[in-house]
């Protein structure tokens, strides 16, 4: 994996960001994540979660710094950068925007001028990854079930093989099985793992540190069951503690 | 919510399905036009070039309520267009008749070709003929979009339709008819945002690059030539 023998996987400093209306959506960032971690990005609506994941590959630019796998997302080379940050999407139409699925899975190796001989391994080997078979190559995103777009989403940035991902609401809008199925795919993957999510049954399984943001500022980061047990916080931030936790506790 | 617009049928196996894409592409044009040139009273021609598209309608083993009915879908519009028939005097009715025989002919073409040919390989083809890039991929989002925004629209009717009670006038119809475009324009408007972003994520640079798709055969030559004498035949006879 490109770019491993690297400490910090992510380092931000200082970050804001305003959209064009004047919207304030990040304050003064300083979140660093090591390599090979697995982080969630927790908070309520229009907190700044989906914004910040947009910063990591330089789709969004705020004024600060951003270094991806020790690269200056300002300054470095961006295809380098994208090629390193793997982001999916919330919303799998955003994402699988070809006729077919395999032209959609071979989008981003195609970009970052993978060779056409490897090109079809990549992609058989991503949609073995996200668990479907190679028939679906050949298929229409519009013809997919939910579920199956979002495996195919993140099939689409396995085949360019990121040194981290980041994803954005991985379970919205599945059912209790695809969520299942989803979760223990994702627990597999070797990449660094920031996860912007509500589902914090998810976030307990996968990530061992959870930032907790609100009004584009990070208020609270730590250990994943310390925070999420913390029912004062969970509650201040619009967030509740996990069922789970709570018939521990019980 | 699954939708199969265009290309309802091109995953089945009929020799036609076998041809490359630009073969078809040629051949059918070249039939479209073949139509186009024919003038008022060439009713024989007609004959010969609507038994011609027949066979290739049998060949390519497309239910034929399912030809009859696209043709038909759009008929209407060419009927619409026909309304100036009465006022162009005495040649108005066989001009209305070579419309709608022309028109006729080359719905039932273009239902063929985008019906043997699955529409990532038409645009495909229409790319390897010199198509513009730009053209071939708002072709391309076009068709994957139209679907997404399709169930969208249906999303919106019926939600509309859970919170009407009783007949509104038209006026009111009509002001949530334009109320419901404006927010489907507004959501397309999001989605190529968001669609263009995803783009990004994945090392786009304004290229569109393609895998090498299939290549001609035997096959397509003689597809080529059979369409070319019958359509040669059939104008200079």
């Not at chain 2, 001609?216 to 059979?226: N, Q, T």
Request: charged residues 20%; aromatic residues 8%.
């Amino acid at each position: 994996m490109p770019g491993s023998l690297v400490e910090y996987a992510v380092r931000i400093t200082r970050l804001s960001y305003s959209y064009p209306d004047g919207n304030q959506a990040l304050e003064s960032i300083d979140l660093d994540i090591r390599a090979g971690e697995r982080v969630a990005l927790v908070g309520p609506s229009g907190a700044g979660k989906s914004t910040l994941l947009l910063q990591l590959n330089g789709i969004l630019r705020g004024s600060g710094l951003v270094r991806v796998m020790g690269q200056s997302v300002g300054d470095g080379d961006l295809k380098l950068i994208r090629r390193q940050v793997g982001l999916v999407f919330q919303d799998p139409n955003d994402q699988l925007f070809c006729p077919t699925v395999f032209e959609d899975v071979a989008f981003g190796p195609l970009n970052l001028d993978v060779p056409r001989q490897e090109i079809q391994k990549r992609v058989e080997q991503a949609l073995i990854d996200v668990k479907l078979d190679y028939s679906y190559a050949s298929r229409s995103a519009h013809h997919l079930s939910h579920g199956e777009r979002k495996r195919v989403a993140l099939a689409t940035v396995l085949a360019m093989e990121p040194a981290i991902l980041a994803l954005d609401e991985p379970t919205s809008n599945l059912d209790p099985s695809n969520r299942r199925h989803l979760i223990e795919l994702v627990a597999c993957l070797p990449a660094t793992l920031i996860l912007a999510t509500h589902d914090l049954e998810m976030v307990l399984a996968l990530c061992s540190r959870t930032v907790v943001m609100n009004h584009g500022k990070i208020q609270a980061e730590g250990e994943t069951r310390a925070l999420l047990e913390n029912a004062g916080l969970m509650e201040k931030h619009g967030l509740e503690v996990p069922l789970s936790l709570r018939n521990r506790s019980a | 919510m699954k939708h199969s617009f265009i290309d309802r049928y091109a995953h089945l196996d009929s020799p036609l399905h076998m041809l490359e894409a630009r073969t078809k592409i040629i051949g059918f044009m070249a039939l479209v036009i073949a139509v186009l040139t024919v003038r008022a009273g060439g009713v024989g021609h007609f004959f010969i070039l609507f038994f011609l598209i027949s066979i290739l309608a049998g060949i390519s083993q497309i239910p034929m309520p399912y030809v009859v009915g696209r043709t038909l879908l759009l008929l209407p519009f060419v009927l619409l267009a026909g309304l100036a028939a009465p006022w162009k005097g005495s040649a108005g009715w066989s001009w209305f008749l070579l419309l709608v025989m022309r028109s006729v002919l080359c719905l039932l073409v273009l239902v063929i070709l985008t019906n043997t040919t699955r529409f990532v390989e038409l645009l495909r083809g229409l790319r390897k003929l010199g198509c513009p890039k730009l053209v071939v991929a708002n072709l391309s989002f076009l068709y994957r979009y139209l679907f997404v925004l399709a169930d969208e629209a249906m999303r919106m009717k019926q939600a509309r339709d859970c919170r009407r009670v009783g007949r509104a006038g038209i006026f009111a119809e009509l002001r949530t008819l334009g109320s419901m475009l404006g927010t489907l324009m507004v959501r397309s408007f999001e989605h190529a945002d968001q669609m263009y972003r995803a783009m990004l994520s994945r090392g786009f640079s304004g290229e569109f690059m393609v895998i090498a798709p299939r290549k001609c055969s035997w096959r397509d030559l003689v597809f080529i030539a059979v369409v070319a004498v019958i359509i040669a035949a059939t104008l200079y006879l």
